[in-house]
């Protein structure tokens, strides 16, 4: 048996071990892999923080930082608190999930809808019902 074979072989018994989580797991817990990815990415936005240099930190690659934050349900528990760490140092997993960080308050603060003017009495008195 040549070399060639041997490794062929053993790259295939390697593939077969992996399997997806998608169909494992309900619609619900798929959704709530993604709003964590989505929470992790707000974080990483109102911190400031670049996907890459997060990722670096974390020691992971970048495309493994892509699938965090898409709610990858195949990524380990130990890669999302390296990388919750690399992104905001000392948070924990319920301060993220509370969105009780101070960036994240300045963030939704920011990207509130506010009035250029403030509205003149007429114009509350239409508002009025």
């Known amino acids: 048996m040549s070399v060639i074979s041997v490794l062929n072989a053993f790259l ?4 077969d071990m992996k399997y997806k ?3 494992l797991l309900t ?3 798929l959704a709530e892999t993604q709003a964590l990815g989505a ?3 707000r974080l990483r936005h109102a911190r400031k923080v670049r996907q890459i240099d997060a990722a670096a930190r974390a020691g992971l690659a970048r495309s493994t930082a892509v699938l965090i934050e898409k709610g990858d349900p195949s990524r380990t ?3 999302i608190f ?3 760490e690399a992104i905001a140092p000392g948070l ?3 301060a993220l999930l509370q969105e009780s960080d101070p960036a994240l308050t300045a963030l939704a603060q920011a990207e509130a809808t506010q009035r250029v003017r403030p509205m003149s009495g007429a114009e509350l008195r239409a508002l009025d019902f």
Do not use: N
């Open 92 to 94: 924990t997993l319920p």
């Open 77 to 79: 528990l130990g890669q």
């Open 27 to 29: 619609q619900q817990h």
């Open 21 to 23: 989580e998608e169909p």
């Open 12 to 15: 295939t018994e390697i593939a």
């Open 82 to 84: 390296r990388y919750l």
């Open 39 to 41: 929470k992790l990415a």
